[in-house]
């Protein structure tokens, strides 16, 4: 029996848009000026130390927090404040491909809300969203962590994760989404083998790879 999908949950950065075009090297760079500027962290060791904090929390910002006191809305205030118009462009394929999809679409995603709007309204496709799952709407978890899927099922109403559609560029961010039930899709311009359910190269290929999303 043909599955019927309620919810999509899209990931936003390397996701939505290729990775490569600057972005997360620009955010980066914010994050090394944050950890040398607010933290005084020599700059020969913040790269081993953002490595360290992101294999053991998660995300750099956790690390941050756990070891240094980092206030979270100053550390994403600080590593978001990049000029994004100069990265990112309307995606004319991506706001067709949403504009067809029935399903309710949240973004679920670690950076902060403001980055989201942003991002969205450079892509053009703020218009298609209906709901936005970012780090602050989480209490501060994040994904892998499951506490961070269940808040996201929560704030979208669902109570199948079954239903759900789950889409990101880290393998590590699907698995306890997979766990749940929900289908996963790897987005990543070089496939590569893992546990997801689908593969894709890049966003604006979703409907090749599941058309039931619209044929349901």
């Known amino acids: 029996m043909m599955r019927r999908y309620r919810t999509l949950f899209l990931d936003l950065d390397d996701t939505l848009y290729p990775s490569g075009n600057g972005v997360w090297d620009a955010i980066g760079d914010r994050i090394n000026q944050y950890m040398l500027e ?69 973004i679920f995603t670690n950076a902060s809300r403001d980055h989201v709007h942003r991002v969205l309204q450079c892509l053009d496709i703020a218009g298609h969203i209906n709901a936005i799952v970012d780090i602050e709407t989480m209490e501060l978890h994040h994904k892998p962590q499951p506490r961070a899927y269940q808040i996201a099922l929560e704030i979208a109403g669902e109570d199948n994760a079954r239903a759900c559609v789950l889409i990101d560029d880290r393998i590590e961010n699907l698995l306890p989404g997979a766990s749940l039930g929900m289908t996963t899709v790897h987005v990543k311009d070089m496939i590569i083998d893992g546990p997801a359910d689908f593969h894709i190269p890049s966003i604006t290929d979703l409907l090749s790879a599941i058309p039931q999303l619209v044929e349901d």
């Not at 020969?44 to 006191?69: A, Q």
């Not at 979270?72 to 706001?95: A, S």
């Open 38 to 106: 607010r933290h005084g962290i020599p700059s020969e060791k913040i790269p081993e130390l953002r490595d360290s904090y992101f294999r053991n929390y998660g995300t750099t910002l956790h690390g941050l927090m756990v070891h240094h006191g980092a206030d979270p809305g100053d550390y994403l205030n600080f590593v978001h404040d990049i000029p994004l118009d100069e990265y990112l462009q309307p995606n004319p394929e991506l706001k067709a491909m949403l504009s067809r999809l029935p399903q309710q679409l949240v």
